[in-house]
């Protein structure tokens, strides 16, 4: 990439708020923090996944999901599958009944490795199936919906019925998924013992690492052309209809994104908390998901991962001050920040911080990114004739 398409993907605002985000995650939080809470914060940074993915399928493409659990969860099973393959050698397992199997298999009297879980004893399948496989079911949800202009809150509520019937297929299917426990006892990675504190710092340095490989690709999305494409069709999806572009090729592609994203995020959650279980797939995790996005402001990458720590710090706070009041803090710090501030942690940047940053860097203050993508879709839709 060109200098100058290098300044045009991170203009100086941009640049700032990354360096920022950076220095927060990279020293100032490894330096204050000791290890228990570093792995806190590294648990809410994989939540920061999945709302990044929320900014461009619901921010940008208008596109509200609250099934997005499904494809953290789907992400975090394939890792502990892996793990837990490795945990279950025979040396590991020799007081079962059946050696070398996963010990909820041999409690619920499964003789050998299901054949789906084969595949799973290869780090490079899982690292692949992580991704692949979430985007798969999300192409598929995708074509079934947006084909038929399947939209808006009827979209929403198929995607909360496809979490909820997840939910229940993993804990019903107990003896090949865990069921309510979930996936526990992990102990390894490659030999490597994945419980010391040294690998949970190692966990979090990777699980930074990746949210900003994340964090770019969002942004060169965001001021490309189909970012462009993306907020015109929230805005004026039949305009751009009419005007040649397929609307739903669009959607599904942003929609597969954001699922590949969540996906990530589950397999470092994995990593970093030591299990998954279903009660991180279905409806109310999803739904908190939504939260952290709208929170940190849905049009605002970097407010994504904000609002995820700001919220899940709060979470924690009231629920170790107040654990018989912490949910009703939750939803009153949630309502209050909706009522006052509905464009989220960014909205209220833009509007009290942004000048002076401006000043700093010696620009003279004009419209806001989000609202220059919002002109310059005007003339998206002429684009083609």
Not at 93 to 113: K, R
Not at 341 to 362: I, M, Q, S, T, W
Request: net charge positive; proline share 3%; aromatic share 14%.
């Amino acid at each position: 990439m060109s200098y100058d398409g290098l300044r045009s993907l991170l203009p100086k605002n941009d640049l700032l708020g990354f360096a920022v985000l950076a220095l927060l995650l990279v020293v100032v939080l490894p330096l204050s923090l000791d290890i228990f809470r570093l792995n806190l914060v590294g648990k809410y940074l994989t939540y920061a996944f999945v709302a990044l993915g929320l900014v461009l399928c619901w921010g940008y493409g208008g596109i509200l999901s609250l099934g997005q659990g499904v494809f953290f969860g789907l992400g975090g099973y394939a890792m502990a599958m892996f793990l837990k393959l490795e945990a279950s050698s025979p040396e590991n397992t020799a007081i079962q009944s059946t050696p070398g199997i996963p010990d909820f298999m041999d409690w619920n009297q499964i003789t050998e490795l299901p054949w789906f879980w084969e595949p799973f004893n290869s780090l490079i399948f899982t690292v692949l199936a992580i991704v692949i496989i979430p985007s798969i079911f999300a192409y598929i949800i995708g074509v079934a919906m947006f084909k038929r202009r399947v939209g808006g809150v009827y979209f929403a509520i198929i995607t909360q019925a496809v979490a909820a019937i997840l939910t229940i297929l993993i804990i019903g299917q107990q003896g090949y998924t865990g069921g309510v426990n979930g996936i526990t006892d992990l102990r390894t990675l490659k030999g490597w013992d994945i419980r010391t504190d040294e690998a949970k710092y190692a966990f979090y340095f990777l699980c930074v690492f990746m949210l900003f490989v994340c964090l770019f690709i969002a942004q060169y999305v965001r001021k490309s052309k189909l970012g462009r494409l993306l907020v015109a069709m929230r805005e004026m999806e039949d305009r751009v209809r009419f005007s040649g572009y397929d609307v739903s090729n669009f959607k599904i592609f942003v929609f597969c994104l954001g699922s590949a994203f969540a996906a990530i995020g589950g397999a470092m959650f994995t990593l970093q908390v030591g299990f998954m279980s279903p009660t991180f797939v279905g409806i109310v995790p999803s739904i908190e998901m939504v939260i952290f996005c709208a929170v940190g402001g849905r049009l605002s990458i970097l407010g994504a991962v904000y609002g995820t720590l700001v919220v899940n710090w709060a979470k924690t706070t009231f629920s170790e001050s107040f654990p018989e009041l912490w949910l009703f803090a939750m939803g009153a710090l949630f309502i209050a920040v909706v009522m006052a501030f509905p464009n989220g942690l960014a909205g209220l940047y833009n509007k009290y911080a942004a000048h002076h940053v401006e000043k700093l860097l010696g620009k003279k203050k004009g419209q806001s990114p989000d609202a220059k993508a919002t002109v310059g879709t005007q003339g998206v839709a002429h684009e083609r004739q």
